[in-house]
């Protein structure tokens, strides 16, 4: 029975709105202060739990990934995870200092088109995000038309990946909101980007949940073939 729950298409998208509406219950009869307090400490800690908890689970099904293709998507696969990993940890704003830079952080367009940021700085950082963009597209035009299809045809995989696909662009649609709406000189208030601040960090700690998702429905998708 569990089995059969897991293998259904909405199961991710499940997960992902079970853990988002709890996150929401337990900090909204919070005043701001403690929400933001929160976020910063406690959702911060059960996201790099959440990315240990997922990536135990993806290792223990390794043994399904047996083709030489498989292989090599799975080694980018493991690429993206491990910067999303440091990401989340905040390697953009160690690499910015260590890099002697002034800017904060090191993988945005400012850092980029400052002209107070070292070349070499510029260079690295560069060459780190070109390669993570370059395992994504790769991914991407691989398997779309794939996913496409199975997405219409209503299979699980399909339906995972577009869960992971769409709670990871909502929460940074939300995450940019703010300071979007400030430049168009709309003003919200701090209970309300508070608010926001959870939706982005719970939809955050959905996404190695989902990866983990993937990788047993897919290994239970191959085990049934054999």
Request: aromatic share 12%; glycine share 4%.
């Amino acid at each position: 029975m569990l089995n059969k729950i897991m293998q259904s298409p909405l199961y991710a998208l499940l997960i992902s709105t079970g853990i988002i509406l709890l996150s929401f219950l337990v900090l909204t009869p919070l005043d701001t202060s403690q929400i933001m307090d929160a976020l910063d400490y406690e959702l911060d800690i059960l996201t790099y739990c959440c990315y240990a908890f997922a990536l135990g689970i993806m290792i223990s099904h390794l043994s399904v990934f047996q083709t030489k293709r498989e292989k090599i998507h799975l080694a980018l696969f493991f690429f993206i995870y491990t910067f999303a990993i440091l990401r989340e940890m905040g390697i953009q704003h160690w690499l910015a200092k260590t890099l002697g830079t002034t800017a904060t952080t090191a993988f945005k367009l400012r850092f980029f088109s400052s002209p107070d940021n070292p070349l070499s700085a510029k260079i690295i950082s560069g060459l780190i995000l070109l390669s993570v963009i370059a395992s994504l597209l790769y991914l991407l035009i691989f398997y779309a038309p794939k996913l496409t299809k199975g997405f219409f045809k209503y299979q699980t995989l399909s339906w995972t990946t577009a869960t992971l696909a769409g709670v990871g662009i909502a929460g940074k649609i939300v995450d940019r909101l703010p300071s979007n709406l400030k430049k168009a000189d709309i003003q919200i208030n701090e209970s309300t980007i508070s608010l926001m601040k959870v939706f982005e960090e719970s939809s955050e700690m959905c996404l190695p949940l989902i990866c983990a998702v993937w990788f047993v429905q897919f290994s239970h998708i191959k085990s049934s073939k054999k």
